[in-house]
């Protein structure tokens, strides 16, 4: 893992609660509880290599190098930068709904247990979760050096003769022919669930009753099959505590468009009328029009993307809808105060900050690193790197001059491209910081 991983995995800031000083960068402490929560973010794949103290020394030296990138860009007014401003409002108002939506409002006015309860049975079966089924087959391979087709359904015919009406020796005669020659199939195939088997012999097995065998053989790719139906477990459903969260947001958003009763002029969307009305707010008389819903556009998705969503009817449908759902909701958390509630700043700052140095390292620090092809073809000339991709390769790549010009091509330069230009930001990332802990006071308080 390079410093530059280790430092886009541990830029999200925690503020602090009542704890321990870790670190001081700047003048901006940094506390042991952003650490330790820290630890609980990381995806475990990523820090199974490191011990416990180990791991906490990772997070703290990333949250130390995030501090110094604030204090520089800070200093030098990039965060007041016209096209940064633009840039993270349209960021911020994403992440200004969804804090309302699935966090203000649920801790400010939350959904009671009989609402969710009522509108869980309503969609109960959209959380059926079908029960798996016990299967045996018999089957006769055809194509690949087996059976012809028509040997294979000749063959399966006289085997569905050998089953008793009741199905009661499906179990004998699939044993009988499972494995040899004549079929090479497994006889007993077990639990499975939807999505597992090849769709046809799912259909065919699902559509069975318990003790009950398909009476005409089922065409698959592998060949013919005679299905059994041994056992079916009951259908179940997901717990209402596992989708509370997600039943809770239909409500909330079904309780502000009965307050706000928006209205949709779907057939007078058109960029080129935009004083044309295409939705309404009764509640408080907003008159939405299209130069509105394209700024809109413009200010979730950007000028680039915004032009996108006319193409189809359904889309530009879909986000009428939505853009009027987005007024809604802030029109309702300007209401509420909820840009001025603690919480919300506790949420909105650790992203701003993220987003402030991210965009700063990949636009400014790294902006001018590259790697010529030059440099490309000089790694490739490399005896250790031509053993290395001979090694991938095989004897193909030395001999078949067509093959290794195409994997040169399509792999191997472009591998070696990338791997250069990360050693290079790695380079590069390693100076900034080294330069930035040189300009900046850091006082390390805390070694685990």
Not at 45 to 54: P, S, W
Not at 172 to 194: E, P, V
Not at 216 to 244: A, C, M, Q, S
């Amino acid at each position: 893992m390079n410093r530059i991983t280790v430092f886009l995995l541990l830029i999200i800031a925690f503020l602090p609660g009542c704890n321990r000083e870790a670190a001081v960068v700047n003048g901006k402490v940094i506390y042991d509880s952003e650490i330790k929560a820290r630890i609980g973010k990381l995806d475990p794949a990523q820090t199974e290599k490191y011990e416990k103290g180990d791991i906490k020394n990772v997070i703290l030296k990333g949250r130390i190098q995030i501090n110094l990138v604030l204090s520089d860009l800070r200093e030098k007014g990039y965060d007041k930068r016209n096209e940064v401003l633009r840039e993270w409002a349209s960021i911020e108002n994403e992440m200004k709904l969804k804090y309302f939506l699935n966090e203000y409002l649920p801790e400010k006015r939350p959904v009671s247990g009989r609402e969710l309860r009522k509108l869980y049975d309503k969609k109960k079966e959209q959380y059926r979760q079908e029960g798996r089924i016990h299967v045996r087959q018999i089957l006769v391979r055809a194509g690949n050096g087996t059976h012809t087709w028509d040997e294979a359904e000749k063959k399966i015919t006289l085997i569905l003769g050998e089953i008793q009406k009741d199905g009661k020796n499906f179990a004998d005669i699939a044993k009988k022919y499972s494995g040899n020659g004549a079929t090479g199939g497994k006889d007993d195939l077990g639990y499975f669930g939807r999505g597992e088997m090849d769709p046809v012999f799912e259909k065919a097995a699902f559509s069975l009753k318990e003790k009950e065998y398909t009476r005409e053989p089922v065409k698959t790719r592998y060949g013919y099959h005679l299905i059994y139906l041994e056992d079916r477990n009951e259908d179940t459903f997901v717990p209402l505590e596992d989708v509370r969260k997600e039943l809770s947001t239909v409500v909330q958003i079904q309780k502000l468009k009965e307050s706000y009763q928006p209205v949709y002029y779907y057939k007078r969307i058109n960029r080129n009328r935009p004083g044309y009305v295409v939705g309404e707010l009764k509640k408080t008389g907003l008159k939405y029009t299209n130069r509105m819903f394209y700024n809109d556009l413009v200010s979730f998705f950007g000028s680039g993307k915004a032009p996108a969503f006319y193409k189809t009817k359904a889309n530009i449908q879909k986000a009428l809808e939505e853009m009027l759902s987005a007024r809604i909701m802030n029109q309702e958390s300007e209401i509420c105060g909820m840009e001025e509630d603690d919480s919300y700043q506790e949420y909105i700052q650790p992203l701003r900050d993220e987003y402030l140095a991210r965009r700063y390292i990949n636009t400014v620090v790294l902006r001018d690193v590259s790697v010529s092809e030059k440099d490309v073809m000089a790694e490739y000339r490399k005896p250790e790197t031509r053993k290395k991709i001979e090694g991938m390769y095989g004897k193909k790549f030395k001999e078949d001059l067509s093959f290794r010009k195409r994997v040169e091509r399509e792999s191997v330069l472009p591998g070696i491209r990338q791997q250069l230009m990360d050693d290079a930001r790695e380079k590069e990332f390693v100076k900034y910081i080294t330069g930035l802990e040189k300009k900046y006071p850091v006082e390390v308080k805390i070694r685990y």
